[in-house]
């Protein structure tokens, strides 16, 4: 037995007095209800008391699990958490901002591209991030791969936490034949990117009209 303190790095033994306590160290503890998610526990021990338990579960987690329901009103409620307690602290200039991005949950804004709304709704929406050149791609992909549509962009740092996209190219691509879209020309291009959550596996970034992306890193395949 023990003392743990959540401050501490470490527990303080306690010592238990086996030989006064002689058969009622011997005990058992009845689970009268567990969740069905096992969160939530009430348990009754051989003396008749009473014990609520409940499991922490971590913020990730928690997200995650709003995501896979579409419960979008948690979802929102959990990223405004998250984004107090970010792992990396310069997002828009840390190398882990680099990858493959597949898109698993966004809120799109009133305003927001018509393409940018269509390749929210798809399963296959990826955002790839290239550090070394500065480039970013946002890609869609249909009927598996065999239509794609990609628009391309520079982007730069312009805070720790904002990141300045310039969109150069957009296209259709239907096998090797290419519809171009044209490129926005207005004050939505050059926009931004704000990164309100990242660490190796998942990242929370709003778009410069509001939108809400949430990110998960596809693995890169092995050679």
Not at 43 to 50: A, D, I, Q, V, Y
Not at 55 to 63: N, S, T
Not at 130 to 147: I, M
Request: charged letters at 20%; glycine letters at 8%.
């Amino acid at each position: 037995a023990a003392f743990y303190f959540r401050a501490l790095p470490f527990t303080l033994p306690y010592p238990v007095p086996f030989r006064i306590l002689g058969d009622e160290r011997k005990g058992w503890l009845d689970v009268t209800y567990m969740s069905p998610d096992g969160t939530f526990r009430l348990s009754r021990g051989n003396k008749g008391t009473l014990f609520i338990l409940t499991r922490e579960i971590p913020l990730r987690a928690k997200l995650l699990a709003a995501v896979e329901g579409g419960d979008d009103e948690q979802v929102q409620a959990l990223i405004e958490l998250m984004q107090q307690d970010s792992p990396t602290r310069a997002p828009a200039r840390s190398e882990t901002s680099g990858g493959t991005w597949r898109l698993i949950w966004s809120q799109q804004a009133a305003d927001a591209s018509p393409l940018q709304k269509f390749g929210s709704k798809q399963a296959s929406s990826y955002q790839i991030i290239d550090n070394s050149s500065g480039t970013l791609e946002n890609l869609v992909l249909l009927a598996g791969g065999a239509v794609r549509i990609s628009a391309k962009a520079q982007c730069t740092a312009d805070s720790d936490t904002r990141t300045n996209v310039l969109i150069q190219d957009a296209g259709i691509f239907l096998g090797p034949l290419k519809i171009p879209v044209p490129v926005p020309s207005s004050p939505s291009n050059p926009g931004f990117i704000d990164w309100l959550y990242l660490d190796e596996e998942l990242r929370i970034t709003r778009g410069s009209k509001g939108s809400l992306f949430i990110h998960r890193r596809e693995q890169e395949a092995s050679a």
